[in-house]
């Protein structure tokens, strides 16, 4: 890790609130705005480093886009870094979501965002697409990452499971690189989930398995466990949420649950803080507070492990082509799921001249993109407002 320079915790504090504000469009976009900030414009670190991280925290617990923002402050400056950076993307979406869950609450009805997300997602679109073409180079390094990109990509449309398609394209890397230079020894420890991890989310299970009244460390037990085992998108995460609070805990109804999964959606920053929501429907303001610090703790604890060891995995040869081969999943994962974005999000001409005047705007210019994300905004407000 280079040395933290003066100035750098600012730094980390001033970007990553910055974008805990305006990260719309889920992780794909929070990926494409961290490499739009931290490579091209302030140059913090390289695509090559920058394609690293994301293949690896690709393969820990937790939401990936929260533990690459961790993971980047901690990189820049330092363990204070860490917290503040990680903290800082948080917040700003745990207390949109605060608010709209007391509004929820006391009127029982979700409120319209419609228009502005209308002029949102496009935008989003543009700059995951800009990020994408940057990281092409960074991510796909021969014909054999390429195959394992485009495979990748490929089998995603066909449901297949996303730590599955990473594990089998490092795998996979790993055994056509050792065909060709002969010789070596296959390296675990790539998969970086802590050995201690199984024994704790069965604890965790045990003390919250027979609740059936709300109890508040019921509630933080149950956020953490999701926190410490959860992988996959905001799909998988309803999966855990229905298993844990509409089935056995009978806390929250279905309905409460997919408005509670569509409002960390329409809202910017981490998809997990619908945590926040149930916790606040279940606890009021201490819930909210509770769930969100559990079910986030874990990608700190997680990141601060994969810091120690990812800059061994990168010198040790057959760990590097796993990581390359997981890098190249990574680059396929991100394509495909741009690609499933953009079919909700373009719409009709007036959002695909939307996206592509971002990518452009993204390219030739260093406007910032905080007002690219407003000024979608206004946009998608203006234009439902006049048709």
Do not use: C
Not at 39 to 53: A, H, Q
Not at 152 to 164: H, I
Not at 176 to 186: N, S
């Amino acid at each position: 890790m280079p040395p933290i320079q003066t100035g750098a915790l600012s730094e980390v504090a001033r970007l990553f609130f910055k974008l805990g504000l305006i990260a719309f469009g889920g992780p794909a976009a929070h990926t494409a705005m961290m490499r739009e900030e931290v490579v091209r414009r302030r140059k913090w670190t390289t695509d090559d480093e920058f394609m690293d991280l994301v293949g690896a925290t690709a393969i820990i617990p937790g939401p990936n886009s929260t533990e690459l923002a961790i993971h980047l402050s901690n990189q820049r400056a330092g363990w204070r870094g860490l917290l503040i950076g990680g903290a800082l993307f948080i917040i700003p979406a745990a207390l949109a979501v605060l608010a709209i869950a007391w509004g929820y609450k006391r009127w029982g009805e979700t409120p319209e965002l419609l228009w502005m997300l209308y002029g949102i997602k496009p935008v989003a679109i543009g700059i995951v697409a800009f990020a994408v073409l940057g990281l092409l180079r960074s991510a796909i390094k021969g014909p054999a990452t390429g195959v394992v990109g485009v495979g990748v990509a490929v089998l995603f449309f066909f449901g297949v499971n996303e730590l599955l398609l990473l594990v089998a394209g490092g795998l996979l890397i790993v055994i056509i690189r050792r065909q060709i230079f002969g010789g070596g020894r296959f390296t675990t420890g790539l998969i970086v989930v802590p050995p201690f991890a199984a024994p704790i989310v069965g604890s965790f299970q045990m003390a919250v398995s027979t609740a059936s009244e709300y109890s508040a460390l019921t509630l933080f037990l149950t956020f953490l466990k999701i926190g410490a085992i959860l992988y996959g998108s905001g799909y998988v995460l309803f999966a855990y949420l229905n298993v844990d609070f509409v089935e056995r805990l009978r806390w929250t109804s279905e309905q409460e649950l997919l408005d509670a999964v569509a409002i960390g959606q329409i809202t910017p920053g981490p998809v997990f803080t619908t945590a926040t929501f149930i916790g606040y429907l279940e606890g009021s303001w201490y819930g909210a507070l509770l769930a969100t610090v559990a079910i986030f703790l874990p990608s700190f604890l997680f990141v601060a492990l994969l810091g120690k060891i990812l800059p061994i995995v990168q010198r040790t040869p057959w760990a590097r082509a796993a990581l390359d081969g997981v890098n190249a999943a990574s680059f396929g994962l991100m394509a495909a799921v741009s690609v499933r974005l953009a079919d909700s999000a373009v719409v009709d001409p007036f959002t695909g001249v939307m996206a592509g005047g971002t990518f452009l705007i993204v390219w030739k210019t260093s406007v910032n993109l905080a007002w690219i994300v407003l000024g979608g905004a206004l946009l998608g407000v203006a234009y439902k407002n006049i048709i």
